[in-house]
């Protein structure tokens, strides 16, 4: 590990904050916080922080002594100034007099000490920044001091180590009683460069942000260092089958072994997301043949609990041939892991006072030999974020079993930080959205009613797949709903095309629970002279195509046994047909059929199917030009030519797609068809 200070950038991020007043220790303490949250050996998703000791006007333009400190969760990486919220220090200071300290105490001293009222709540461990005395302390869970210190001996290898340049703080919570402790070791030797938290990570501290930072790379270069040193090979190789199945065919077993019926709602599922990792070193990792010892052993630092929980969920090998098996184990494996974290609950929820709330048994980590690992989550980012410090573990736990062996801290500890409400705080309590953890595809997902519908899906919680053979549409039609939607070429007419985009879809989420099958277009032709090739060309994609979706969708919602939602855009034309309009009627009335089909046919397993008659929406098929060309046949405004229907009302892309998304929440409807299309009797199907 190398020092990433750059004297240009450094000068440049001075003159880039001093345009908005901020000053020079201000612009390096930002620079410096950025160059340690760029590393993910150093600092993972909101792990680690950083402080600078300060004047600052208050807001009536005293000037007060702060403490400037990166606030609760936030990423180092892409931190600004106000990143860094500015708390009174006397005030801060004052505290460490006290015997013990509430953490609601805690939090509204800090609130009221805040120079700016609305500013975010600063990092947990604040009290640690103010009472030791330097102006810049840095604080990371870098891997490889995690990998020295999580071991029995840890202490021992560091004191010989480091030589003196270090401090020794024994595993104390983060928290008040941290902060004291680590400052009465700190004042025991005041001329170390750092403090090493058994257990949790490292501390440094300097004159000037360039100080505090090398001193950090250059402990944790050491620590590098000692690890190449006199290593065992790990890990010895676990008997594995021949032929292990790939991510697509395990995900969705897994997706569904993870996942839990609503008690308050029948048909409801809680669904986790998951994301998908491997490596060399993460299959390295999950073949060992100890992965049940050193796999399970616990947290490689206190604050990935939240994200990981204590330990993972660990499967069985998939061997190809023998889905039903690893089905099997998988829901198995399931079952014991929630009995285990409720009776862990059970156990130290009495130890704490009988106090706390459990929180959800199902596990955030899954680890599968022969494949790689999975993060789970309620959302793509939460299972992103599990899944990240997952392969930090395994790295950090590799290399600690490479020099001895991986130790965590007890039961009790990884209770109390799971368990402390400033550490759920960083989860936030963001309203729960109807179809979160749900995966929905949304085929011509880079047309008008495509889109409009993936931006509803994704609006209700859903992560989303855009399908559409255009594969530019659907990546801009991804790109305008957020960074998690999924852009997938897809032609619907080529099996193998279809196949292929449900696989990717698996593997970026996990599985799928809804499928909005969309992708049409229009064939013209009076009926009775129509070229047959017309009919075909039109029955492939308006009709086949729906059902080749369908299927794909199908089998993997069986493998997930969760149930399922399949909605089909259908049109007016299939129960009222219009004039020269037959190739596109006549197979969009065997999709309104095969809607009730999959109804009959899939609902003894939960999947309901249902269609929306949408009629004269602007959109790839009824262009600008067709309206402009149809209206002034008809003598009518355009205005009056879309909106001529029962309401008087122009019916939009919009409409249809709150009438999909009314059908994907409506759990005891299956087999149903809504019309949006502003009244049309003719139209009307009973
Ligand atoms: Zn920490």
Redesign the pocket.
Known sequence: MKSGWVDSEAQAAIDRYARDGISRDLALRVYTTRLLGRDPKLVLHG??NTSLKTTMPDLLGEEVAVLCVKGSGSDMAAIEPAGLPAVRLDRLRKLRARADLSDEDLLRIQRASLLEPTAPNPSV?ILLHAFLPHKFID?T?ANAILSIVDQPDGEAICAGLYDGRVSLVPYVM?GFGLAKTAADIYEAKPEVEGLILNK??IFTFGASARESYERMIALVALAEERLQKNRKAVFVTAQLPQAIASVDAVAPILRGACSRKDEKIEGAWRRMILEFRTSPAILNFVNGAELARYGQAGVV?P?HTIRTKNWPLVTIAPARDRMDDFKRAAQAAVTDFCERYQAYFARENARAGGIKRPLDPLPRVALVPGLGLFGLGRSKEDAKIAAELAQCAAEVITDAEAIGRFESISEAEMFDMEYWPLEQAKLGSAAQKPLAGEIAVITGGGGTIGRATAKAFAAAGAEVALLDCDERAAADAAKAIGAAALAVKCDVTDVACVRDAFARVVAAFGGVDIVVSNAGAAWQGRIGEVDEDVLRQSFELNFYGHQRVAQAAVKIMLAQGTGGCLLFNVSKQAVNPGPNFGPYGLPKAATLFLVRQYAVDYGADGIRANAVNADRIRSGLLTDAFIAERSKARGVSEKDYLSGNLLGREVTADDVAQAFLHQALELKTTGDVTTVDGGNIAAALR
Request: glycine fraction near 30%.
């Open positions: 792990g680690g461990e604080h869970h983060p949790h990570g630092t604050d």
